[in-house]
């Protein structure tokens, strides 16, 4: 089992970029594969990406061009780079991971989670 803090969200305008990331402790990283999820209000908890732990990476058609997901495994972090912000990216954002295996599109393939961070994009 991870524990997992997001951190760096906040209140943008369009087209502006964010960085959130996703800081990971209590087991080995470099074994996990780790993914972005969001939930807006109202709507289902929605893949965003995923990077597995050996470096595949996949993302939702919404986001692909403007989302990139890396992980630093020096420092145990994911992140989530984002640029040309929509209004509809806002939503609290999750990081989930799952040792070993590949990722998934799916929540409840990841056992464990982050507590959330909110990303706003103000039209």
């Known amino acids: 089992q991870v524990q997992l803090v997001e951190s760096g969200g906040g209140l943008v305008q369009a087209g502006d970029s964010l960085r959130v990331s996703c800081t990971a402790s209590?087991?080995?990283?470099?074994?996990?594969?780790m993914a972005w999820f969001r939930q807006a209000p109202g709507k289902e908890r929605e893949f965003v990406g995923g990077?597995?732990?050996?470096?595949?990476?996949d993302y939702v058609d919404s986001v692909k061009g403007r989302f990139t997901i890396s992980r630093d495994n020096a420092k145990s972090t994911l992140y989530l780079q984002m640029n040309s912000l929509k209004p509809e990216d806002t939503a609290v954002y999750y990081c989930?991971?799952?040792?070993?295996?590949?990722?998934?599109?799916?929540?409840?393939?990841?056992?464990?989670w982050g507590q959330g961070i909110q990303v706003t994009v103000s039209s």
């Open positions: 990077v597995t732990w050996g470096g595949n990476t």
């Open positions: 989930a991971a799952r040792q070993w295996g590949t990722t998934s599109r799916h929540y409840a393939y990841y056992p464990d």
């Open positions: 209590g087991d080995t990283f470099t074994t996990y594969s």
